[in-house]
């Protein structure tokens, strides 16, 4: 399974949107409305911010939103705030028994 | 709360072995879906191996032959056997618990660095 095509790199200024795609194939994102996102701090482990391509865990601001058209997946946080200056994951889920594969990440920089 | 905490990670040898472990606390561990998700100095992360609930187990394709996951619902603890390490095996290794197709819960990893 190849990666996930993530930019690599986003920035916003405070209180505006962006938007983080996330292209596959019609065998992992496009097959399946398991696509996910996870946030990671430098040095921290990764956490669940989006799951099933636009449902928020519990605890988790509802400016961060998540939604799919055919192959790619899209991460928006509106109203940017300074925490929110980190890393970003998309995932998919790949089938073939169990399987994910990850984007390559995105960094986030908050102007 | 669910916490996972890793251990077992160090510096090996090319060719060596390694075996991690993760005890979760806060939840039966049972009735979970567990992983191991892995992490390069300065890389992405990498799915790497799954064991069911119910056992059923899958490999990524590059560690598949050479790893092997195993838990003890007893010990609620989750296991890691890595064999025939390689430089490109050098990451972060985080235990995972997975729900509903995402991963939920993560241990703050446990460094494996390959080297001579």
């Known amino acids: 399974q190849s990666a996930l095509t993530q930019p690599a790199s986003v920035s916003g200024s405070p209180g505006q949107s962006i938007t983080i795609s996330c292209t596959g194939t019609?065998?992992?994102?496009?097959?399946?409305?398991?696509v996910s996102w996870y946030q990671q701090y430098p040095g921290k482990a990764p956490e669940l911010v989006i799951y099933?391509?636009?449902k928020r865990p519990s605890g988790i601001s509802n400016r961060f939103s998540g939604s799919k058209s055919g192959n790619t997946a899209s991460l928006t946080i509106s109203g940017l705030q300074g925490e929110d200056e980190a890393d970003y994951y998309c995932?998919?889920?790949?089938?073939?028994?169990?399987?994910?594969?990850f984007g390559g990440g995105t960094k986030l920089t908050v102007l | 709360e669910v916490q996972l905490v890793e251990s077992g990670g160090g510096l090996v040898q090319p060719g060596g072995s390694l075996r991690l472990s993760c005890s979760m606390t806060?939840?039966?561990?049972?009735?979970?879906?567990m992983n191991w998700v892995r992490q390069a100095p300065g890389r992405g992360l990498e799915w790497v191996s799954y064991?069911?609930?119910?056992?059923?187990?899958y490999y990524a394709d590059s560690v598949n032959g050479r790893f092997t996951i195993s838990r003890d619902n007893d010990k609620n603890s989750l296991y890691l056997q890595m064999n025939t390490l390689r430089a490109d095996d050098t990451a972060v290794y985080y235990c995972?618990?997975?729900?509903?197709?995402?991963?939920?819960?993560w241990g703050q990893g446990t460094l494996v660095a390959v080297s001579s």
């Open positions: 806060g939840l039966s561990l049972r009735g979970c879906h």
């Open positions: 995932c998919s889920f790949a089938g073939g028994g169990i399987s994910w594969v």
């Open positions: 064991i069911g609930s119910g056992g059923n187990i």
């Open positions: 099933e391509v636009n």
């Open positions: 995972v618990r997975d729900q509903d197709y995402a991963f939920q819960s």
């Open positions: 019609s065998s992992d994102v496009g097959n399946y409305n398991l």
